[in-house]
């Protein structure tokens, strides 16, 4: 690995793509494309964009078969690779699952797998874009409304979590904050970049999970555009380190999510 991985691009996976954009139009300020990407084929996959012009990602209609097998709302992160074979065997060896194999796409070469505890994510060797060899993706920010601010795993073994993203995708994890009866809340680091954190996994969640927190430009604004919205809050807002607040919710088709940002 040349460099610590990170998160290069966000996926919301939904059975229901005009209700999406509505809503996180509502608590963001996102466009969610009304109509496929050409460049997707026979997919109905849609762009997220910002109203800074940039994008924040994409949204993938789930449609009846992958439904009938199984797949549901949810947020997903995509992690940069050198190569997506070789990371895929590394992953496999090391206890982790394909649940997508290895596909090429005009973006580059991608893959969908599981971490050792059953946590979903995507791998993803990108094309840089034409006359921009760099390709440097700016869909995560950690000060930044309507961008990703942070990435929380809640899973069954934070230890083994911890060293497998360690080994395999060059993190570190320095530091931590006590929740009482539910454990360490462990920060995680991306070069000089704190991207996130692990915790145990929670009573009633359904099974070891990434989720994503959006930046908002204000957190009582969302958190009523939420309810207003056909939204659930599950996690009322609570301030942080430095003073934001930050508060989980479930999107009216299902996906969990989080917002995070500060009190006017």
Same mark, same amino acid.
């Given at each position: 690995?040349?460099?610590? $991985?990170n998160?290069?691009?966000?996926?919301?996976m939904?059975?229901?793509p005009?209700?999406?954009?509505?809503?996180?139009?509502?608590v963001?300020?996102?466009t969610i $494309?009304? =109509?496929?990407?050409?460049?997707a084929?026979?997919? /109905?996959?849609?762009?997220?964009?910002?109203?800074?012009?940039? !994008?924040a990602?994409? +949204?993938?209609?789930?449609n009846?078969?992958?439904?009938a097998? &199984?797949?549901?709302?949810?947020?997903?992160g995509?992690?940069? *690779?050198? /190569?997506?074979d070789?990371a895929? /065997?590394?992953?496999k060896?090391d206890?982790g699952?394909?649940q997508?194999?290895?596909?090429?796409?005009?973006?580059?070469?991608?893959?969908?797998?599981?971490?050792p505890?059953?946590?979903?994510?995507y791998?993803?060797?990108?094309?840089?874009?034409e006359g921009?060899?760099?390709?440097?993706t700016? +869909?995560?920010?950690v000060?930044?409304?309507? =961008?990703i601010?942070? !990435?929380?795993?809640?899973?069954?073994? @934070?230890?083994?979590?911890?060293?497998?993203?360690?080994?395999h995708?060059?993190?570190?994890?320095?530091?931590?904050?006590?929740?009482?009866d539910?454990?360490?809340?462990r920060?995680?680091q991306?070069g000089? *970049?704190?991207? &996130?954190? *692990?915790? @145990?996994?929670?009573?009633?969640?359904p099974g070891s999970m990434?989720?994503?927190?959006?930046? +908002?430009?204000d957190?009582d604004?969302?958190h009523? $555009? *939420?309810?207003a !919205?056909?939204?659930t809050v599950t996690n009322?807002?609570m301030?942080i380190p430095?003073g934001?607040?930050?508060? !989980? $919710?479930? /999107?009216p088709q299902?996906? =969990?999510?989080?917002?995070?940002?500060?009190?006017?």
């Open positions: 690995m040349s460099k610590p $991985a998160f290069i691009w966000y996926e919301l939904t059975s229901d005009a209700g999406a954009g509505a809503f996180y139009g509502a963001v300020g996102w $494309a009304s =109509h496929a990407d050409p460049a084929g026979d997919m /109905d996959y849609r762009m997220i964009g910002r109203s800074d012009g940039g !994008n990602g994409g +949204v993938l209609a789930l009846a078969d992958m439904l097998g &199984g797949a549901r709302p949810i947020w997903i995509y992690l940069e *690779v050198d /190569d997506v070789a895929i /065997d590394a992953i060896a206890g699952a394909v997508m194999p290895a596909t090429d796409l005009p973006v580059g070469r991608i893959a969908m797998v599981t971490d505890q059953g946590a979903p994510f791998i993803m060797a990108p094309i840089p874009p921009a060899p760099e390709g440097v700016d +869909v995560f920010s000060t930044e409304p309507q =961008h601010r942070w !990435n929380e795993l809640a899973t069954s073994d @934070p230890d083994a979590a911890i060293a497998f993203y360690k080994k995708f060059g993190w570190g994890q320095e530091g931590e904050m006590d929740m009482g539910m454990g360490a809340y920060f995680l991306c000089d *970049v704190g991207i &996130g954190a *692990v915790m @145990p996994l929670m009573p009633g969640m990434w989720s994503c927190y959006i930046g +908002v430009d957190i604004r969302a009523a $555009a *939420v309810t !919205n056909g939204g009322e807002p301030e430095g934001e607040f930050a508060m !989980n $919710a479930i /999107d299902g996906a =969990h999510v989080g917002f995070v940002g500060p009190r006017k």
